[in-house]
């Protein structure tokens, strides 16, 4: 598939921010790049075939079909004479369903809300898997802390780095999660905070699996929390970016070897970020200064500042969203097995792929008198 040029991209996504109360219901929502809509897609197809045939698992060349489909279908290109997988329509429904409850639009979502699209095109990118893991890793950790929703980001940093939360973490908190109707960040930082916080009239129950993971998923909460407080407690944009990129950086170069080619990565992807923030607090401020000469600010509209941002570093947080959305609108990742199948023969640094974290909570659907589908989890047992 041909990629769009960036610049489009981006000013329609800017399109997207000016306007997001007609579009969504929340400032902090993130754009879905054409990576994380390969991953969405590929944990979807594999939900669907664990309710069909029993495995939470899917083929490459299966994704790659559906990929094409998928997207002829979203543009309403045709798609007559294109071949269609089995259960297609569910597949959709789980994608759609996923995005809706990480609080994410994919990029044709957005296109089709704002509808300033073009057509121009440039190579696909394609940069080293220690690379791709680096920019990854750094880029999952901004996203959580924009977004607490978005679970796929969740899941790329839970354990990065090594913090004894592996897949049997990944999986418990997972069916918290469903059981709960909450995201996994949410039911973690629940827990946590009750573990410290509520006393002993409060404490989980001594059966509750989430109590063996008590100090991994503190060292996680509290590595947010410390980034929060940043956010909350440096009001310059530029000081409080480059605070939040060192601390996550020192945070996962820690006890490695310098010449790891990680360990590089992560100082190379940190240093960038850093450098495009300032250029686009720079911009922003260029743009003010242009729009506001001899004008008296005007009043903002109740649906300007919402209640998620308003308390905690809006101006950052709204420089965060400007770098993910750039993110989001870059050309996609060109070897499609490496973003799909990164396991743990190819993944370093305590990862796990995606799929493979997924595959250990089974959803069931089903349906009552009043209720629509819905998704409950429980562990992986075949």
């Not at 997207?16 to 929340?26: D, E, L």
């Not at 930082?189 to 916080?197: A, D, K, P, Q």
């Not at 909460?221 to 410390?226: A, H, V």
């Not at 420089?319 to 370093?348: F, M, Q, W």
Request: hydrophobic fraction near 40%.
């Amino acid at each position: 598939m041909a990629v769009l040029n960036q610049k489009s991209v981006l000013d329609m996504i800017k399109e997207f921010r000016r306007n997001w109360h007609t579009f969504c219901i929340s400032e902090r929502t993130t754009v879905c790049g054409a990576d994380s809509m390969l991953l969405a897609l590929q944990l979807s197809m594999a939900e669907n075939n664990k309710q069909y045939s029993g495995e939470f698992t899917v083929s490459l060349s299966d994704v790659l079909l559906t990929w094409k489909y998928l997207l002829h279908e979203k543009l309403n290109l045709p798609v007559e004479n294109m071949k269609v997988i089995d259960h297609y329509e569910n597949i959709r429904k789980i994608y759609d369903d996923f995005l809706k409850n990480s609080n994410m639009l994919d990029m044709i979502d957005v296109y089709k809300k704002c509808n300033v699209l073009t057509s121009n095109y440039e190579n696909y990118a394609n940069i080293s898997p220690v690379q791709l893991l680096a920019k990854k890793i750094i880029y999952s950790y901004l996203n959580l802390l924009v977004n607490s929703k978005n679970d796929l980001a969740l899941a790329h940093i839970l354990n990065i780095p090594d913090r004894g939360l592996g897949r049997e973490a990944f999986t418990d908190l997972k069916h918290a999660a469903r059981e709960k109707q909450m995201s996994i960040f949410l039911v973690a930082t629940s827990f946590i905070r009750t573990i410290e916080l509520g006393g002993k009239g409060y404490a989980p129950s001594p059966s509750d699996p989430l109590r063996t993971h008590i100090k991994g998923l503190s060292n996680f909460i509290n590595f947010i929390d410390k980034l929060d407080e940043i956010l909350g407690e440096i009001p310059n944009p530029s000081i409080a970016g480059g605070q939040i990129l060192s601390v996550i950086k020192m945070q996962l170069i820690k006890g490695q070897n310098s010449r790891d080619p990680f360990y590089k990565a992560i100082e190379e992807v940190a240093q960038d970020l850093d450098l495009r923030i300032k250029s686009i607090i720079n911009s922003q401020q260029g743009d003010l200064a242009l729009s506001t000469t001899d004008i008296s600010p005007a009043r903002p509209k109740s649906h300007a500042i919402n209640h998620g941002t308003a308390y905690c570093g809006r101006d950052t947080v709204k420089t965060l969203l400007v770098l993910l959305d750039e993110e989001a609108a870059s050309a996609p990742t060109k070897n499609k097995a490496e973003l799909l199948y990164d396991d743990e023969n190819t993944i370093h640094h305590n990862g796990t792929s995606i799929l493979t974290l997924f595959r250990r909570c089974k959803f069931i659907c089903w349906k009552t008198n009043n209720w629509n589908k819905f998704w409950k989890c429980s562990s992986g047992q075949k």
